[in-house]
């Protein structure tokens, strides 16, 4: 903590709680560039807190083997200043963790941001107070800030899912969570390890552990489709043309539906003969990314005819790359349809199962029972490990917000509001939370999309409608109960239209007990959902509710 940080205090000489017109919560991508909009251009008066002992959110936590963007690294990033864009240099097609975490801080130090950045503070409570028409904002350091506005930049993939195995706690060996994973790093040299979990993220992890560990034993629930990431060191000739095109690249990944730089196949999949689709799939898949997901034919996420195509194409090649014809079918989807759970990516995923001092264990077959003081034991017998890791995911996208003690309007705790599902208009405000703005919350594209391109829609479409309102001489906004309704019937509908619900995903909530079953993010699409927000401002940001506060221009 720097010491202007560690000057502040929670009230005044005369005993005034500290005020500010924002309050922003995070500093990952979301919450550095809010600071800088609200701050350095709208001139508000803003705190930042954050819960890590340093700046950089996902990329601050997530530090496990492996951990890398599967965005390319010219579109993984801020676009608003054009200096910004032309400075950085990056390395790979697909940057890791530190380079991520070093793009951000330096960010923050080019900005001048870091002076308004409170790490190591953990915000435990935010209430609406109707009589002044500010939120009241505590924190886990025991601090007391008021606010007139809030902005949650919590993350959508940071509330961290621990299973609930029994006998957890007995484990003696070494444990950890991805997305909690130790800053001096883990050497897994000679060891016996678990890795459980095989999505994106156990999938990045247990290809690096298998490099190291004396034995590795990947116990898998669902397998998934995971295709090439097809990273690479990025040369300066094809560096310069990104640069010299970047125009043209923003106004592509800004408007289209995944705000990904893939070019889109606009024909449906029965148009193409079949020497078409191979050579289609081929290209795709070889170059790796996302191409196949987001950039296929048009139908293949709606029409199962179509997605039985690309999925029995894809589960062709993890047969071709797997020696053991039982290991390959344990690997292998069939209870759900290409691209409608997310997509990961791998760097040599499938071939660690031909080698010998790797193990996959299907839970399906032979559940998890409990873990013991020396590992895991299943239906089929106890397996011994010197160190676990839990690859298992988050408690997406309303996670975050029910880890905080939030309360709008008549003392109203939001995961009350939401615990039949998150009810918002455009994922950027809740009826009853006034000034309380969300940034790729549910409802909202965010996970579906490049997240830096939701974030920087969201953000700069917040900062208009504060700039508006202080402006006009007004202190609170919250959407009407209608614009709320429609809204979350919209988004459901848009959901359904396609594949997506039929598959037990995290996007449905199935991953956390309890959880209500609905789809989460919003599936019409970045380049539509800017469009539609749009619209709103120019007129008059309809769905909206303004009112007039005493003080809302101070």
Known sequence: MSDTQQDRRQEDGEGRVEEFDAVVVGAGFAGLYTLHKLRNELGLSARVFEAGSGIGGTWYWNRYPGARSDTSSWIYCYSFDEGLLQEWQWSERYPGQREVLNYLEHVAERFDLNRD???????????????????????????????????????????????????????????????????EGVDFTGKRVGVIGTGATGIQVATEIAALADHL???????????????????????????????????????????????????????????????????????????????????????????????????????????????????????????????????????????????????????????????????????????????????????????????????????????????????????????????????????????PVAIEQHVEWISEIIRHMRVGGLGVVEPTREAEDEWVDHSQEVAHSTLFPESATWYMGVNIPGKPQVFLPYLGGIGPYRQKCDEVAANGYEGFAFASSEGANA
């Open 217 to 451: 034993t990947v116990f898998q629930r669902t397998p998934n489709y995971a295709i090439p990431l097809g990273n690479y060191q990025i040369d300066e000739e094809f560096r310069r043309w990104y640069k010299e095109n970047y125009d043209e690249i923003w106004g592509q990944v800004r408007h289209n539906f995944s705000g990904h730089d893939y070019d889109p196949i606009e024909k449906q999949l029965q148009e193409a003969a079949p020497e078409e689709r191979e050579r289609t799939f081929r290209e795709r898949y070889e170059r790796g990314g996302f191409g196949l997901w987001l950039a296929n034919y048009e139908d293949i996420l709606v029409d199962r005819d179509a997605n039985s195509v690309v999925s029995e194409w894809v589960r062709e090649r993890i047969a071709e790359r797997v020696d053991d014809p039982a290991t390959a079918g344990r690997l292998t989807p069939s209870d759900h349809a290409f691209g409608t759970k997310r997509v990961p990516l791998e760097d040599g995923y499938y071939e660690i199962f031909n080698q010998d001092n790797v193990a996959l264990v299907d839970v399906k077959e032979t559940p998890v029972e409990e873990i013991t003081p020396t590992g895991v034991r299943t239906s089929a017998g106890e397996y011994e490990f010197d160190a676990l890791v839990f690859a298992t995911g988050f408690d997406a996208m309303t996670g975050p917000y029910n880890k905080i003690d939030i309360r709008g309007r008549g003392g109203r705790l939001l995961r009350d509001k939401w615990a039949n599902g998150p009810r918002t208009y455009l994922g950027l405000m809740s009826a009853d939370y006034p000034n309380l703005f969300t940034i790729t919350g549910p409802q909202s594209p965010s996970v579906l999309t490049n997240m």
């Open 117 to 183: 950045i409170q790490t190591g503070t953990r915000v435990t409570s935010a209430t609406f107070d109707e009589t002044t028409e500010r939120w009241e904002v505590r924190t886990d350091t025991g601090e007391v800030v008021s606010a007139r506005f809030i902005v949650a930049a919590l993350g959508a993939l940071s509330a961290a899912n621990l299973p609930d195995v029994p006998g957890l706690e007995n484990f003696t060996g070494e444990r950890y969570h991805t997305a909690e994973w130790p800053h």
